[in-house]
């Protein structure tokens, strides 16, 4: 089970930070990662990190979003800058069993950016 906290209401320029907990131990390898879904829109990839430290980023947030992780708490954070108002979406937290082929998502945590 993934809980994801951190969502808000902020302006544009703001900074929010988004935290993802996994309650049981997760089996390697894996990624963590976080994905967004505005109304109308489908789901899309923010970024996501492999245990290793190796990340991947979306062309959007490049330069405003950074991704980490602690492997020990297997926890994943976003830490958001320079928010805009088209960052506004429902964030999921995700983690993907490479060795098993397997996605699981959290609950989702709204972030609306106001102009």
């Known amino acids: 089970q993934l809980q994801a906290s951190g969502g808000g209401l902020v302006q544009a320029g703001s900074s929010l930070k988004l935290s993802c907990a996994a309650s049981?131990?997760?089996?390697?390898?894996?990624?963590m990662g976080w994905y967004r879904q505005a109304p109308g829109k489908q789901r899309e990839l923010v970024a996501r990190i492999t245990e290793g430290g190796n990340t991947n980023n979306a062309d959007s947030v490049k330069g405003r979003f950074t991704i980490s992780r602690d492997n020990a708490e297997d926890t994943v954070s976003v830490q958001m800058n320079n928010l805009k108002p088209e960052d506004t979406a429902v964030y999921y937290c995700?983690?993907?069993?490479?060795?098993?082929?397997?996605?699981?998502w959290g609950q989702g945590t709204q972030v609306t950016v106001s102009s």
């Open positions: 995700n983690v993907f069993l490479t060795w098993a082929n397997q996605n699981y």
């Open positions: 049981g131990r997760m089996l390697s390898p894996n990624v």
